[in-house]
Structure formats: structure tokens, C-alpha cells
């Protein structure tokens, strides 16, 4: 009951505000946006059981209408970019077109030359709006490669922190689909012989051993997996990826190809990208590193300081006044938000009449028409 | 004029932080969120009226009362929440309620300042 009655809450105002938005001349996009972002916080404070799974499902018709692809393989999952947000892959997904781009690749995806993460991509995509979808594509080795589809429907690949083997093949013809949209780098011209990548705004197919299929302009994967001695590799590239390093990267690619043929197994298994913020996908394994490193450091001069200051610390702890062990595992204060029908004290006996409330009770949210409670003073 | 009460809600506050995210990258006005805010209020007030239907009790000890501007703020210890299908216990839990009978609007304003003045160690 919970969820229905906030996703409608959601949508009674999102629909109402629509006309003040266009009124202040704002655009659509702001109101979607304002929405998903809306959404999104209410998924991340899970305070909501089941609104998750709603807003898969709207996701998933959203993204039936923009897409047009037809499903080649499965593994297509769609999350919304939450923010500092994992992305999560509901395992249907059947109405959405369904694609899988195998990438292989020699350099990187470059996503801004530096290996930044979906979301500073994204960011300096300067896209006004946020990037609505992810998708995520399996490889043919099982790795996931994102696309993120910007709300203008242009899709962009990027990379994870791994790197994921595409293997494409251009058309015999050399056929070459159309730049994506704003900021992938014609990868074709610098490709090797047999590599394309080409993403076309809306769409990636990929088609193990197929053809271009319906849409002629997109390039499609032509071998999966079972041929990782392809010379074919695509390079997808990111946002802001300057069309000059098409060239190295062609370049490299025979290089890269046998490096990659030898990675396909070490790699980590699948990372999710975040949308916000600002960590390195490149990097994102030293960071991690890193970063258990800060955290043993940290934990270690807690220690020290503690060994320290034994004498002082049980002064301390005397000036404490709650025990947080007893508190509950969430830190959540324990809300209630109502209206008061009825008030009523005798000596110290309390009872209470409200209604229309809603409660937010160790990090869950409930509602609730009427409450009647009972409280000694 | 429809209670402001609830917008110190997880659905409130989340509205209210993704408007902020907005204003921040000025992709609208303070005044549009503040109209978008309003009708949150109203939603959210009809909705709770018309689609809620179910009861809850509860029980505790009473650990603090203030009634301050037709605002009660309660605080409770230990208390046990019950409805039909399940059972809630918190060790402590704030009850902020405004009067339901008359017209009155509740602003969030006053209904802050009761959240404040109760314990300043919530924030």
C-alpha cells in the first residue's frame, strides 16, 4: 500500500506542477528530471518496500517507447542512475529490445581520456538533463558494458572499470553508421580494418554474425565470444572523447587485441558505475585499494591514538550520555507526522487520537489513517 | 490551505532536496519549487485523507509534551506500534501533531519549530 500511495502522491503533483513548469517556460525535461531525482532519493532512503520494483517497471515502459531495436540477445538491463546508486539488473527484461555489444578493446573506452566514471561523463556532458537510463550491456564474455542513454535519447557507451572485449565487425562494405550524437568520435575512420563501432543514437545492436539489421546505421557486433582472434575491435568511446585518439587507438588495436585476448579471464567480475560524483572508473581499482589502505590506516591510528590515551578515555566515556549500541540499527529519529484529533491527560495518563499521519519508524516509512495511543507520563 | 506538516517526510524531504538540486544548477526558480512545494501539500493532504484507510496503535511511556502553537510534539520511549498484519518497536519516537479538527493551517514553519525546540540533538 505503502509505495502505491507515494508513487501516486509522486504523480498527482508531478502532473499538477506540469502546467507551472511550462508556464515558467521551463521544459519538460526539468519536470522528468525533477522526478526521476525525486524517485530516486525515495528508492535510496528505502524507506518504501516494493516502490523499486515500480519504477523498474516504469523504466522499462519508458524505454519500450524510445527504443526501437529489436532484441538480438537478451541481457539488457535498465536502472536509473541513482545517485551514488548502484545499478541494479532486474533479471526480465523482455519488453525492452535487448542488445549486447561486445566490446573489445584494446585501449579504453576513453571515457574523457581519464577514465572518469559514467557520471562525470555524464556531467561533463553537460547534459542539462540527467542521463535517465542505464543499460547495461553483457558481453559476449559476460562482462557488462554500460550504455547510458541520455534523455535525448542518445545513447553512449561507457566503460567500466574492466576492460570489455568488443568485437565488431564492419560490413564488408565498410559501412558506416552515422557519429553518434555529440560526442562519440567516429570511430570508424581511425578503426582498424574490420572494426566499427557505431553507435547510433538509440541504438546498438548487436547481432552475433549478423548482418545490419534493421537499422542500417548501426553497427553491429558481428562475432561474439568465439572469436576473440577477430582483428575487428571497436572502440567505444565515450562522451567528450576527442576525436584524435581514434587514431592511436586504431593503431594500437592489433596490439591490444592479443593483450586483450589474454585478459578476458582476469578481469573482475562486472563494477557498477556511479552516476554522481566524481570517482575514476580507470582507476577505480587502485582506488578501491586505496582506499581499504586509508581505511586500515585510519583504523590503525584510531588505535594508536587509543593505546594512547587509555587513561583519558574511560573520563571521557563518562560524559557520554547515550549509548549508542542500544539504539536501533538504523539511525533514524523515529517520526511521526500527523494531525491531532483528540488530546486527553488524566493525572499522568495519556491518550492520544490522531490521524493522517505518516511514520517513519526505524527507517521505514508507514501510514496510517488513525492512531490511537496510550502513554504514561 | 493545506498542512505543510508533511513535507518533513521522506517524501517531502526528498522533494525538497531534489528542487534544491535544481535551483543549484538553476534549471528552476526558488518560486517554482515553492509552488511545486505547495502542491505537494495539497497532494499529499488529500491523499493521506481519501486513500488511507487503516488504523494503528500504539503504547509507550510519555517521556516529554509541548503544545505550542497548536502544535503537540511528543516525545515517547519504548513504544510499540501495532497494526493489523504487524508489530513496529522503537525505543524512542517524536509524535508531531497538528490540530486536525479546524481549518487551521499548519505551516512548516511552526511544525520546525517545534521539531527544534523539542530536542536539539536530533539535528
Given amino acids: 500500500m505503502g509505495p502505491k500511495l507515494y508513487k501516486n502522491v509522486i504523480d498527482d503533483v508531478i502532473n499538477e506542477v506540469r502546467e507551472l513548469f511550462l508556464d515558467e517556460g521551463v521544459d519538460e525535461q526539468v519536470l522528468l528530471e525533477l522526478k526521476t531525482l525525486w524517485e530516486n532519493k525515495l528508492l535510496q532512503s528505502k524507506a518504501v518496500e516494493g516502490f523499486h520494483t515500480d519504477e523498474q517497471k516504469a523504466l522499462q515502459a519508458a524505454q519500450q517507447q524510445q527504443q526501437q531495436v529489436q532484441q538480438v540477445q537478451q541481457v539488457q538491463q535498465v536502472t536509473q542512475p541513482a545517485q551514488s546508486q548502484q545499478v541494479i539488473l532486474p533479471p526480465q527484461q523482455q519488453q525492452a529490445p535487448q542488445q549486447q555489444v561486445i566490446v573489445q578493446e584494446s585501449k579504453l573506452i576513453h571515457m574523457g581520456g581519464t577514465g572518469m566514471s559514467a557520471a562525470a561523463t555524464a556531467a561533463t556532458l553537460a547534459l542539462p538533463t540527467a542521463v535517465t537510463q542505464y543499460q547495461q550491456l553483457l558481453t559476449s564474455q559476460g562482462q557488462i558494458l554500460q550504455l547510458v542513454r541520455g534523455p535525448n535519447g542518445a545513447q553512449y557507451i561507457i566503460q567500466p572499470q574492466q576492460q570489455i572485449l568488443l568485437q565488431q565487425q564492419m560490413q564488408p562494405g565498410g559501412v558506416q553508421a552515422p557519429v553518434i550524437q555529440q560526442v562519440l568520435a567516429p570511430l570508424p575512420g581511425g578503426l582498424s580494418q574490420q572494426a566499427g563501432v557505431i553507435i547510433q543514437p538509440q541504438q546498438i545492436v548487436l547481432t552475433p554474425g549478423n548482418k545490419v539489421q534493421g537499422n542500417t546505421q548501426v553497427m553491429q557486433a558481428a562475432a561474439m565470444a568465439p572469436q576473440p582472434s577477430q582483428a575487428a575491435t571497436a572502440q567505444v568511446q565515450q562522451v567528450q572523447q576527442a576525436p584524435g585518439a581514434t587514431a592511436p587507438q586504431a593503431s594500437a588495436q592489433p596490439q591490444a587485441q592479443q593483450q586483450q585476448q589474454a585478459q578476458p579471464q582476469g578481469q573482475q567480475p562486472p563494477m557498477m558505475l556511479q552516476v554522481d560524483g566524481t570517482g575514476e572508473t580507470s582507476s577505480e581499482e587502485d582506488e578501491d585499494e586505496e582506499e581499504y589502505d586509508e581505511d586500515d590506516d585510519e583504523e590503525k591510528d584510531k588505535d594508536g591514538a587509543e593505546d594512547g590515551q587509555v587513561e583519558e578515555e574511560p573520563l571521557n566515556s563518562g560524559d557520554d550520555v547515550s549509548d549508542e549500541e542500544d539504539q536501533e540499527l538504523f539511525e533514524t529519529d523515529n517520526v511521526v507526522v500527523c494531525q491531532y484529533d483528540k488530546i486527553h491527560r488524566s493525572k499522568n495518563k495519556w491518550k492520544f487520537h490522531l490521524k493522517d499521519g505518516i511514520m517513519n519508524l526505524n527507517g521505514r516509512d508507514y501510514v496510517f489513517s488513525k492512531a490511537i495511543g496510550d502513554a504514561e507520563w | ?123
Fill in chain 2, 1 to 123: 490551505m493545506a498542512y505543510q506538516l508533511y513535507r518533513n517526510t521522506t517524501l517531502g524531504n526528498s522533494l525538497q532536496e531534489s528542487l534544491d538540486e535544481l535551483i543549484q544548477t538553476q534549471q528552476i526558480t526558488p518560486q517554482l519549487a515553492l509552488q511545486v512545494l505547495l502542491q505537494f501539500d495539497k497532494a499529499i493532504n488529500t491523499a493521506l485523507a481519501n486513500r488511507v484507510r487503516n488504523r494503528v496503535n500504539f503504547r509507550g511511556s510519555l517521556n516529554t509534551y509541548r503544545f505550542c502553537d497548536n502544535v503537540w510534539t511528543f516525545v515517547l520511549n519504548d513504544v510499540e506500534f501495532r497494526e493489523v498484519t504487524e508489530l513496529v518497536k522503537v525505543d524512542k519516537v517524536k509524535i508531531v501533531a497538528c490540530d486536525g479538527k479546524s481549518d487551521s493551517s499548519c505551516s512548516a514553519a511552526d511544525v520546525l519549530l517545534c521539531f527544534c525546540a523539542s530536542a536539539l540533538f536530533f539535528f
